[in-house]
């Protein structure tokens, strides 16, 4: 296929929004499966990796296995399979060179407007390159909007009483500094989900002390930072296979561990505090800062690697407070029971901001459409929105293994449409489905921007499958020529 240029006069098939993983995989799959589509990614940031490209705190890393997490088409060969932040983002940008998808990425383009044009029957997209230059405007027949759920230029910051009172910096971990000197300092780090479970461990190594500060504590588990699995077949087998096999086996094992928990969660919440406790000192107070209120799996589980977070607590270089937030201080924080924290630096490691489709919301033929007033159907199209596909992933598991069977089904779409003359594909829902909540998921960041999230239906189609195997079947051999979807 050509190299497209920065100035496109007729219409492209596919404009992908994000150059992260989502979308490399995405344009992975439409050269390989459907290689007659022309396409182009637009990117807003100076670099691709997306999540991997933006945060820059110590320890970031992935809270999946990389056999799981990565693509299925590309063997993940480092040792660790729970992977930090760089090698990730390395492993993003070689599959894009290896298969010369740089040329097709636009750096600095920022997806500003889309607007349905109902009778010429294409996206009619605007971008921004900066805030000096007139806007660049191209068409396409589809999008893929791959550009992740959060908002990239603010995380989620409650403000606290006497904020301003403290003489030290607050830092949120997705703005952080690039020189930050914290070493023999005292760092308060405020929140319990697996930011902070990364970050606490990352610190203690040249902290003076850690004090990771909870209202509700999360369930943590100790993970081999190397796959046991990967290091039995390695040395067996080709990499490709060795590869596969150990992919198949978390894939597995994933699958066991969610279904435990589901099925049995007062066993599972048992079994996961005997395993903190056997990590932990002896008479160490686990009820209180290891036993959440919640049941194992409505809010994702927390990865310590080799059990980093319990190593910095048993060496005395990290601590865990479970109490209120009183206020602020110019010396710390005040806590509800009266005691006081004292910090040099305060992280909030507080969440995230939602920003569904990016922040963008579709307009057709010029009137936006309420994103919360739209249907998914199989999890990657929206009712009201023609030719328009999104990247949502599973929460149970890794996140991209639904991605790469969304890609999948995306180009069998494609090549069905092709091969059918249709130039428009929209979802269609039924006039009796119930809906509900997109995300069945009891984090923060979901709880918080729910309202503003496109919703679900109770039954197949339009529900969000969160199994692997039966997606597998649904999105790899399931009928494209669905009732469900108009074509024109």
Sequence with gaps: MEQVSNTINEPIDVLIIGAGMSGIGAAYHLQTKSPSRSFIIVEARADMGGTWDLFKYP????????YTFGYDFKPWKAEKAIADGPSIKAYIK???QENNLEEKIWFNHKVIELNWDSQKKIWRITLQTNEDSQPKLISARWIFNASGYYRYDQG????????????????????????????????IVIGSGATAVTLVPALAKKAAHVTMLQRTPSYILPVPEQDPIARLLRPLLSEKA????????????????YSFCQRFPKQARRLIRKFNSDVLPKNYPVDKHFCPPYEPWDQRL???????????ISQGAASIVTDQIDSFSS????????????????ITATGLNLAPLGGLIPKINNTPVQLNECITYKGMLLSQLPNFAIAVGYTSSSWTLKIGLLCEYFCRLLNFMEQHDYVVCEAIPDKSLNTMPLMNFGAGYILRS????????DKHPWAMSWSYASDVKIFKKGRIDDPALKFE
Excluded: M
């Design 302 to 312: 927390c990865a310590a690697p080799n059990g980093d977070f319990f190593k910095a």
């Design 242 to 257: 060795a590869f596969a096999l150990t992919r198949k086996f978390n894939i597995a094992k994933q699958k066991w561990v």
């Design 331 to 346: 010396k710390g924080i005040n806590l509800s029971s009266g005691e006081q924290i004292e910090a040099d630096i305060i």
């Design 94 to 96: 070689e599959t894009a």
């Design 450 to 457: 729910a309202e503003q999230l496109p919703k679900q239906g």
């Design 156 to 187: 989620y910051s409650p403000s606290f009483k006497n904020q301003d009172a403290f003489l030290g910096p607050i830092i949120h971990p997705q703005h952080w500094p690039e020189n930050l000197n914290y070493a023999d300092k005292k760092i």
């Design 59 to 66: 320890g970031i890393r992935s809270d999946s296995d990389l």
